[in-house]
T-cell receptor
């Protein structure tokens, strides 16, 4: 596609439910990032993939959060047993650059607005 | 650890006023610096970036930013804002040779027509 695509655009769920957020990066982009943005805050790093390898997951808040990118393209961020504090905008970004050549800009998707009731 | 500070959280200006948004970062090594913008209803997009060379960089829509290494600053400027500049602006830093980008908390700019 022309840009980074994220789905769903909005997700409302009840506390305790699991959610899966999808990111389809720009074709051929090597690097993929997940960020979380709470209201009034900047994007906060969650995790980074280089091709299919999850190189850094240091930003994932706890073990309820996981991410995968099994074929080096589409990625899924899963939140298990959601809590109200998980409510935020979840942003995916991709970049054509391989790790260590990060002089490239990030291309962001429109984000998924998650609301946990 | 790297961090980015944006001092102005909300800015309101009239059209034609000049704009300067502050950005300071904390990191001792070489960095790449970015300003991203999010217009209402749109995704984050790059406004301008600094990697090396001339510390005064020019971006889209008449924006520019100056890297002052001694002050660890990368302030965004525009001589005359327009109503269409109403948006949220984020400063970001990336340590050279790494993959992680750290964002500031953002500045919401509202330009009154």
């Amino acid at each position: 596609g022309a840009g980074v695509s994220q789905s769903p655009r909005y997700k409302v769920t009840k506390r305790g439910q699991d959610v899966a957020l999808r990111c389809d990066p720009i074709s051929g982009h090597v690097s993929l990032y997940w960020y979380r943005q709470a209201l009034g805050q900047g994007p906060e790093f969650l995790t980074y993939f280089n091709y299919e390898a999850q190189q850094d997951k240091s930003g994932l808040p706890n073990d309820r959060f996981s991410a995968e990118r099994p074929e080096g393209s589409i990625s899924t961020l899963t939140i298990q047993r959601t809590e109200q504090r998980d409510s935020a905008m979840y942003r995916c970004a991709s970049s054509p650059s391989d790790r260590g050549k990060a002089n490239e800009k990030l291309f962001f998707g429109s984000g998924t607005q998650l609301s946990v009731l | 650890a790297q961090s980015v500070s944006q001092h102005n959280h909300h800015v309101i200006l009239s059209e034609a006023a000049s704009l300067e948004l502050g950005c300071n970062y904390s990191y001792g090594g070489t960095v790449n610096l970015f300003w991203y913008v999010q217009y209402p209803g749109q995704h984050l997009q790059l406004l301008l970036k600094y990697f090396s060379g001339d510390p005064l960089v020019k971006g889209i829509k008449g924006f520019e930013a100056e890297f002052i290494k001694s002050k660890f600053s990368f302030n965004l400027r525009k001589p005359s804002v327009q109503w269409s500049d109403t948006a949220e602006y984020f400063c970001a830093v990336n340590a050279r040779g790494t993959y992680k980008y750290i964002f500031g908390t953002g500045t919401r700019l509202k330009v009154l027509a």
